[in-house]
């Protein structure tokens, strides 16, 4: 009980000092904040991004959720994240500006959810990861606190890519950021069979894959990703994996288009998103 008091006590402190700290960033306007860092937002970075939003120095909805989310919730979420659920989002809402219905499997910490609501009040999002994460709940509880209408708007579930097949709803817009490896041709297949859009930023490529056949994750063989050629194409590298993924999307009757996302924020900012040519009747 001692200890937990005073574990308690340590806590506040931190979070204390994070919000009363001068940071080095808030000599810079918001704009100029190194987007890759994985230091967490702090408390004292909530007056930056209001001014940085009223100033028009950065995107008006980054600031305000940055600045929601740091007040809020200091010291849980690496600055990076914002950023890049604020670019994948930006992609998004380019080719897909009314879709209504989305599907985000590998859904981490449900930023980009979050943005995505936001940014189009009339969207539901089905969110979908291994284990929702404690951040999500946190996250989520932090935002809809300011925008109740999130907690109606963003659906949770808990699936095992590996065991279970992804199924897209006839009426949703696939998107998933950071599908690690395979995962990512997981969604290419799961998008191709319902034949409805994708947005797919992939990562994590294995140029060296080793799978061997493991009964209790059916979903886990190169058996379902023919395009990799038993991971031939892998060993030519991350180039190679994607232009073999644009060109199977191609095959299958998509219409590709190749997007980034700031380099600055994360070095696998490849962006692929994919429309059916033709509707399904
Ligand atoms: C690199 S993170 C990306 C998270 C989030 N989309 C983002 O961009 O911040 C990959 C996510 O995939 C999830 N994941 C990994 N393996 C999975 C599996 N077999 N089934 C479902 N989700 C999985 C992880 O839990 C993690 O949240």
Redesign the pocket.
């Known amino acids: 009980m001692l200890l937990l008091t005073v574990l308690g006590f340590y806590m506040s402190m931190l979070k204390y000092t994070a919000a009363a700290q001068p940071l080095a960033r808030h000599a810079l306007p918001v704009s100029q904040w190194r987007k890759n860092s994985r230091n967490y937002l702090q408390a004292g970075d909530a007056a930056p991004f209001a001014n940085a939003g009223q100033s028009g120095d950065a995107d008006k909805l980054l600031c305000e959720v940055g600045s929601v989310i740091s007040a809020g919730l200091p010291g849980r979420l690496p600055r990076k994240?914002l950023f890049?659920?604020h670019a994948v989002m930006e992609v998004v809402n380019r080719h897909f500006p009314t879709e209504s219905r989305i599907f985000e499997?590998?859904?981490?910490?449900g930023l980009?959810a979050i943005f995505l609501v936001l940014s189009n009040r009339g969207r539901r999002v089905r969110c979908s990861?291994?284990?929702q994460?404690r951040l999500a709940r946190e996250l989520h509880e932090c935002v809809a606190h300011k925008w109740p209408f999130l907690r109606q708007q963003i659906q949770w579930e808990e699936?095992?890519?590996?065991k279970t097949t992804v199924t897209v709803a006839r009426d949703e817009l696939l998107v998933?950021?950071?599908?690690?490896s395979f995962?990512s041709d997981e969604m290419i297949l799961s998008a191709k069979r319902s034949f409805r859009p994708l947005v797919l930023v992939p990562?994590c490529y294995e140029t060296q894959p080793v799978l061997t056949e493991r009964s209790w994750l059916p979903n886990w063989s190169f058996r379902r990703w023919p395009w990799l050629e038993e991971g031939a194409v892998n060993r030519r590298g991350r180039t190679a994996i994607d232009e073999v993924r644009i060109q199977t999307l191609k095959n299958a009757g998509y219409d590709v288009a190749r997007e980034e996302i700031d380099r600055q924020i994360s070095e696998m900012n490849r962006v692929i998103v994919a429309q059916p040519l033709q509707q399904q009747v």
Request: aromatic letters at 0%; glycine letters at 4%; hydrophobic letters at 30%.
């Open positions: 994240e890049e659920a499997p590998c859904a981490g910490c980009l990861d291994k284990k994460p699936a095992d890519v590996r998933s950021c950071h599908a690690c995962l990562c």
